[in-house]
């Protein structure tokens, strides 16, 4: 049986924090790696295929800017249905 995983990421120039929903499961922090080529490779080795969303919904009043918290936000909204992806457009 396949598994699968919804990756959020949250970019930024030096850092990019990393969250993982599994499908009817938890979701987690797995913390924060260098944006570097080398560190995203292995990130992907080891999770699979990512895909970047363009849009994630907001909360009124949910402007406070937190890293660790917009990588489990992508996670739960990607594995519920609430972001498009280059193949399911």
Known sequence: M?????????????TIAVAVAVQNGEVKSLGVIPNSEDSVRKLVRKLGPVVAPTLVPVKAGDRVKMDRRDALKLARNYRGGELLDGEHN
Not at 2 to 14: D, I, P, Q, T, W
Request: glycine share 8%; no cysteine.
């Open 2 to 14: 396949k598994r699968v995983k919804f990756v959020g990421l949250h970019v930024h120039a030096e």
